[in-house]
C-alpha cells in the first residue's frame, strides 16, 4: 500500500503531509495566486464523532477520496478544522498529528492529496490555559483561511469552503469564499449557501464552475 512520507508542523498551527512519488498533480508555483478548495475535517472528511482523540477513531466517508483527487487537479486543497480537544487537554498536538498522519494516508492510500491542514486548538474556557484565548482562528473566526491564503496564495475569490455547520459558513463569508454546506436537512439552510449531501456533492458544484486552475493540456 502507498504510504505517506511524513508529516510535519509548521508555524501557524499548520500540518503538511509530505508525500513519496510524483504521482501527485502539478501544484501552483510561488506567487501565483491559486484558488482552493478549504475543507472541514468532521462531517466532511471523517465521520462526525465527537472528539478524536485517536487515530483509530477516523472513519473516512463514502466518496471522499475520489472527490478529493478531482478536486486537486484544479484546487489547492487545504483542511481548516477547530478541534477544541486540544485545549480540552483530550489530545496533544503531537497526537493530532498523528491523527491527521493517518488521515492523510488512508487518503493518499486511494489517489487523494492534501496541500494542508489547518487546526486551531483553542477554545474560550478551555481547561488548559494556554489554549484558553479568544483566538481569531476559531471557526466562525477567519483566522484559518486567512492564514492559508497567505501561505499559499490563495485567490479567494475563485476559492470555496465546505463544511456541515454554521460556523464553516460564516468563516467562509468571513473570509470571502463561497461556501457549501454538506450534510443539513435544505430546512436548515441559510439562504444564499450552496448546499450538497455531500463531498462528493460539493465537488460537482465547485468543478461545474469555472474558477478553478487550468486543466492538464488546457490552452
Ligand atoms: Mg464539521
Ligand atoms: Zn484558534
Given amino acids: 500500500m502507498k504510504r505517506l ?3 510535519v508542523r509548521l508555524e501557524g498551527n499548520i500540518h503538511i503531509p509530505s508525500y513519496p512519488d510524483d504521482s501527485r498533480p502539478a501544484r ?7 484558488p482552493a478548495v478549504f475543507l472541514d475535517r468532521d462531517g466532511v472528511i471523517v465521520e462526525e464523532v465527537g472528539n478524536v482523540t485517536h487515530p483509530g477513531q ?10 478529493v ?3 486537486q487537479e484544479r484546487y489547492l486543497v487545504i483542511v481548516a478544522t477547530n478541534q477544541a480537544a486540544v485545549g480540552m487537554g483530550l489530545i ?40 484558553d ?4 482562528c476559531r471557526k466562525p473566526q477567519p483566522g484559518m483561511l486567512v492564514t492559508a491564503a497567505a501561505r499559499w496564495g490563495v485567490d479567494m475569490s475563485r476559492s470555496f469552503m465546505v463544511g456541515d455547520r454554521q460556523g464553516d459558513m460564516d468563516a467562509a463569508r468571513a473570509a470571502g469564499v463561497r461556501g457549501i454546506r454538506v450534510g443539513a436537512s435544505p430546512a436548515k439552510q441559510h439562504r444564499g449557501v450552496l448546499s450538497a449531501p455531500d463531498l462528493a456533492g460539493a465537488a460537482d458544484i465547485i468543478l461545474s464552475t469555472t474558477g478553478g486552475m487550468p486543466e492538464k493540456g488546457a490552452g
Fill in 69 to 71: 483527487a478531482r478536486l
Fill in 92 to 131: 496533544t498536538e503531537a497526537g493530532l498529528l498523528e491523527v491527521h498522519r493517518e488521515m492523510a494516508g488512508r487518503l493518499y492510500s486511494r489517489g487523494a492529496f492534501l496541500d494542508g491542514i489547518c487546526y486551531c486548538p483553542h477554545r474560550p474556557g478551555a481547561a488548559l490555559a494556554a489554549y
Fill in 28 to 34: 501552483p508555483g510561488p506567487g501565483s495566486a491559486s
Fill in 5 to 7: 512520507s511524513g508529516m
Fill in 58 to 67: 477516523l472513519c473516512v466517508l463514502p466518496h471522499v477520496p475520489e472527490a
Fill in 133 to 136: 484565548v479568544q483566538c481569531g
